[in-house]
């Protein structure tokens, strides 16, 4: 399975992004999947998890700011971030939640004050 985060950049506190998942080699919608970040020197953190059928869970710390969505006609997901901070910055990946397949390719979120 190849994943490919896409839809990061450089933002200003306060703004928003929406990243996207796409998965080639499996089908998206018959897994649990999450969105991860990693901070420089950080672990990989969990920020939020759809369920197969769509039921969603986001970080305490990220609720009402991150929402996770999934197209599975274009088998992909989605993560929505509104009202940016700083601390936002990091590398955002797509996995499985329970971390199954290689971390794929990220995309940096940079967040300036």
């Known amino acids: 399975v190849q994943l490919q985060a896409s839809g990061g950049g450089l933002v200003q506190a306060g703004g928003s992004l929406r990243l996207s998942c796409a998965a080639s080699?499996?089908?998206?919608?018959?897994?649990?999947m999450g969105w991860f970040r990693q901070a420089p020197g950080k672990q990989h953190e969990l920020v939020a998890g759809?369920?197969?059928?769509?039921?969603?869970n986001v970080a305490n710390s990220l609720r009402g700011r991150f929402t996770i969505s999934r197209d599975n006609a274009k088998n992909t997901i989605h993560l929505q971030m509104n009202s940016l901070k700083p601390e936002d910055t990091a590398v955002y990946y797509c996995?499985?939640?329970?971390?199954?397949?290689?971390w794929g390719q990220g995309t940096l979120v940079t967040v300036s004050s």
């Open positions: 996995n499985t939640k329970s971390r199954a397949w290689k």
């Open positions: 080699g499996s089908t998206l919608s018959t897994y649990h």
């Open positions: 759809i369920s197969v059928t769509g039921v969603t």
